[in-house]
């Protein structure tokens, strides 16, 4: 409890003030008034301003991803980014220096012991991608303490949501100021980029490939494509497509759809097994489907309805909005009444 004060005092106080203002505004993650449904908005109206400057559908999208990317952040650069805005920000001379002082020995906790592996296993891991996982089965008397891995970040500590937010800064002023791409944004560790010209788009991933080795970023290069606007793909869990009027089709992702009915059927086996609530899981379901229904077709809704009333032979019980959701789960079953 005493670390997640200091935490919150250094994010809240100093290092959320002092990143934030160089942070570009489609820049959507763990922000104030920002967050998913933010980045999805300014996906959406991209798309939409694509259409009204070039009247047509026919362009290009790179959607790009960075491979494990808080695991993977080396802790000298990331040192370096922060160093450089704290400076800029922080005129207490006092202030900053305890402020680093803090963020030094905090970036300690984030070092792996690897005291087990050569060194020149070591450095294979700094140069390629690391698992934050690797000591997990390892004997607690390898680990001596004698070699560190400066490496990786905690993403349960909130420092680090300042720090996936700030570090690949230089992704996002290149690909706005730089290269000029207005319809460009990122969350976190996914990015896009929207043009009429794909070669374009081509230079602007061979830019951000060498800003990326610079910086210990790893691509996902099966993840990063660039494909056709008028064509279906995938961001942040939902599927889009530009027509050739301008309209957006907006669709969750089938497999979102797949992975929650399962969960329905484990949570009812753990309801028979007396280990969890009929409460929680229906707390647990209008969460998913009151984050998740307007990307829902009727069909999808209804299906889901009726599969929660077969298991758990009850309906949800909403206590406030939700009118139109409401509507149509009491549509949707022969059961509900």
């Not at 592996?117 to 004698?146: R, W, Y």
């Not at 976190?188 to 951000?208: H, N, P, Q, V």
């Amino acid at each position: 409890m005493a670390d997640k004060t200091v935490n919150h005092i250094i994010c809240d106080g100093i290092l959320t003030p002092a990143l934030n203002k160089y942070l570009i505004y489609d820049n959507g993650a763990s922000q104030k008034g920002k967050g998913v449904d933010f980045h999805r908005r300014r996906f959406e109206a991209h798309l939409h301003q694509y259409f009204m400057r070039h009247r047509t559908n026919e362009g290009y999208i790179l959607l790009g991803d960075f491979s494990g990317y808080y695991a993977n952040i080396p802790h000298s650069k990331c040192s370096e980014v922060l160093v450089q805005f704290l400076s800029r920000s922080v005129s207490n001379p006092a202030e900053l220096r305890y402020t680093l002082g803090l963020i030094a020995r905090i970036f300690k906790t984030f070092r792996i012991d690897v005291s087990r592996f050569s060194n020149a296993e070591i450095q294979a891991m700094m140069n390629g991608k690391v698992d934050p996982m690797l000591n997990l089965n390892a004997a607690p008397a390898m680990m001596t303490g004698q070699k560190f891995l400066e490496k990786g970040v905690d993403i349960g500590n909130q420092i680090s949501q300042n720090i996936g937010l700030i570090y690949p800064y230089r992704f996002d002023n290149f690909a706005k100021v730089v290269a000029g791409i207005e319809g460009y944004g990122r969350y976190t560790d996914d990015f896009y980029a929207i043009s009429d010209s794909r070669e374009e788009l081509l230079g602007l991933l061979d830019d951000l490939r060498i800003i990326a080795q610079e910086f210990g970023i790893i691509l996902n290069e099966r993840k990063t494509r660039i494909v056709k606007l008028s064509g279906f793909y995938r961001h942040l869990q939902n599927g889009y497509s530009l027509t050739e009027t301008g309209r957006v089709i907006r669709k969750i992702n089938p497999k979102s759809i797949t992975r929650e009915r399962r969960k329905l059927k484990a949570y009812k086996r753990l309801l028979d097994a007396g280990k969890i609530t009929y409460e929680e899981i229906e707390n647990i379901f209008k969460s998913w489907l009151g984050g998740n229904y307007k990307r829902m077709s009727h069909r999808q809704i209804y299906n889901m309805t009726d599969l929660y009333i077969r298991l758990f032979r009850r309906k949800p019980r909403w206590q406030k909005g939700h009118s139109r959701l409401r509507w149509l789960m009491e549509h949707s079953s022969a059961d509900w009444n």
